[in-house]
C-alpha cells in the first residue's frame, strides 16, 4: 500500500493525525502520479489545506504544468485569496494546454467579486475556443442564469438538453430551463418543463415557480394548492405570501387574501409590499381604517418610500380628507425627488377645497410628465373645464380621445369645448 493509500484509508476512519504522517511521508516518497490523485481526492474530500501542500509541491518538481497553477487558483479563491489566485492564472499563456481551465477558474473568481461582465469575457473566450465542450455551455449558461439574462441562458440549457445533458454538478437543467422561462415570462414553455421535475429534485424555488407560473396562466386552484402545500413545509418561504394573495384575489376571496398578506407580514415584517397589497385589498372590502394602519406602520419603516406615501395619499383623496393629503405631499415633496403623479394628486386636494389657484398650479406641472396617462388626461380635461382653461381643457380631451375614441362623455366635452 502507498503512503498516498495509507492516507486516505486513515481519513476514512477519521484517523486525521496518523493520516497526516502518512500524507507526509507521501510527498516525499510517492510517485507524482500518486501524489496528484491524492490531491485531487483530498481536495474533493474537503481537506484543501493538504491539497494544496502537494499540488505546491508538485508545481516545484514541474514549473511548466500550468494544471496545478489552475488546482492552486481554484483553492486560492475558495480561501478568499483573489490576489493570489489571479498571480497563479497569469502565469498561463494562451498557448498552455490548461489556458481552457485557468478562463473558467478566472471567470468564476471574477463573477464572485461581481465583475459579471469581466466573467463573461472569460467564459465567451474559452466558448470560442471549446463551442461543442458542455462544461463551458453550462458556466455561461449559469452566469446568464445568476445576472437574470435568462434569454441568453434558456438557449444554452435548451442546447444542453437536446445533447442528452439533463444535470450538470448537481445542476438539474430541466429546473433551470423552467425557471428561466418562467422568469422571462414565457408561462407555458416554463409550466412544460417544470412538471417534468420528479418531486425529490423539487426545492422551494421550483416549486415556488411551478405555482407561480400556474398563477399566471390562470389556474388558480392549482396554484393555491400547491402554494398553501409550500406554506405547510416552509413557511418561512415569504415569496409565497404575495403570490397566494394574488390567486385569492383574482377568485374574489377578498378575505382569505387579507389573511394571506398578514400572515406574510408575520413572516417578513420588512416587505413593503406586503403592507401596500394589504392596504388595496382591505379599501375593496371597505376596512379603510385597516388600510390606513397597514400605510402608516409601513410609512414608520420607510418614510420616503413613494409608493407608500402615493398609496396612503390616495387613500386619503378617496376619503376626502383633503387637508391631511396636502401636507402630507408638502411634507414629501420638501425633502424628496419630485413624483409628477402626486403633483396631480395634491391638485384633486386643493381643487376639492376650493382653492383653485394652488390646483392649478399642480394640474399644469402634472401634466408635464402625465401628458400620456389617459387616467389623467381625462380628469385634467373636466378640471381645466371647470377652472375655466378651455385651451388646455381641450388639449387634454384631444390627447385623450387619440387612445380612447369611443368615451361617449369625452367626445360631449370635445364638441362641447370646439363651439
Known amino acids: 500500500m502507498t503512503f498516498a493509500e495509507k492516507t486516505l484509508d486513515l481519513i476514512s476512519k477519521g484517523q486525521i493525525d496518523e493520516a497526516h504522517k502518512e500524507f507526509g511521508w507521501s510527498l516525499r516518497k510517492d510517485s507524482d502520479d500518486m501524489v496528484y490523485s491524492l490531491a485531487e481526492e483530498l481536495y474533493s474530500l474537503g481537506f484543501t489545506k493538504w491539497a494544496k501542500r502537494a499540488y505546491e509541491k508538485l508545481l516545484e518538481r514541474h514549473p511548466d504544468a500550468d494544471e496545478f497553477r489552475t488546482s492552486l487558483a481554484d483553492i486560492a479563491i475558495g480561501e478568499g485569496n483573489d490576489d493570489e489566485a489571479l498571480n497563479y492564472l497569469a502565469q498561463i499563456k494562451s498557448d498552455s494546454d490548461a489556458y481552457l481551465e485557468s478562463l473558467l477558474v478566472a471567470a468564476d473568481l471574477y463573477q464572485t467579486q461581481g465583475m459579471f461582465d469581466v466573467s463573461e469575457q472569460k467564459l465567451l473566450r474559452a466558448y470560442e475556443l471549446a463551442p461543442d465542450e458542455p462544461v463551458i455551455q453550462f458556466a455561461l449558461a449559469e452566469l446568464y442564469f445568476d445576472i437574470k439574462e435568462y ?46 421535475i420528479h418531486d425529490e429534485d423539487m426545492d422551494d424555488d421550483t416549486r415556488f415557480q411551478l405555482a407561480f407560473t400556474k398563477l399566471k396562466l390562470g389556474q388558480y386552484d392549482e396554484a393555491i394548492k400547491e402554494l398553501n402545500d409550500l406554506k405547510e413545509t416552509s413557511s418561512d418561504y415569504a415569496t409565497l405570501y404575495p403570490a397566494l394573495a394574488e390567486a385569492y384575489e383574482q377568485q374574489g376571496k377578498l378575505n382569505d387574501a387579507l389573511i394571506t398578506l398578514q400572515e406574510g407580514m408575520g413572516v417578513d415584517e420588512f416587505n413593503l409590499q406586503l403592507y401596500v397589497k394589504a392596504a388595496e385589498i382591505a379599501q375593496k372590502l371597505g376596512k379603510d381604517d385597516q388600510a390606513e394602519r397597514y400605510l402608516t406602520t409601513a410609512l414608520q419603516q420607510d418614510p420616503d418610500n413613494p409608493t407608500l406615501v402615493s398609496s396612503l395619499s390616495r387613500l386619503f383623496v378617496a376619503q376626502r380628507r383633503h387637508e391631511e393629503n396636502i401636507k402630507l405631499l408638502n411634507d414629501y415633496l420638501q425633502n424628496n425627488e419630485v413624483d409628477p403623479s402626486f403633483y396631480w394628486l395634491r391638485g384633486q386636494s386643493y381643487a376639492a377645497l376650493e382653492d383653485y389657484a394652488h390646483a392649478i398650479d399642480d394640474y399644469r406641472a402634472a401634466l408635464k410628465d402625465l401628458g400620456d396617462s389617459d387616467d389623467f388626461l381625462r380628469d385634467a380635461a373636466q378640471f381645466f373645464r371647470m377652472a375655466g382653461l378651455r385651451d388646455l381643457a381641450l388639449d387634454c380631451v384631444n390627447r385623450y380621445l387619440v387612445h380612447e375614441p369611443n368615451d361617449g362623455e369625452m367626445v360631449e366635452l370635445q364638441e362641447e369645448l370646439m363651439d
Open 151 to 196: 434569454q441568453k441562458a434558456i438557449r444554452l440549457y435548451l442546447g444542453l438538453i437536446k445533447q442528452g445533458v439533463t444535470e450538470l454538478s448537481r445542476v438539474n437543467l430541466v429546473q433551470r430551463l423552467g425557471i428561466s422561462y418562467a422568469e422571462s415570462g414565457k408561462f407555458e414553455q416554463a409550466l412544460g418543463y417544470l412538471e417534468q
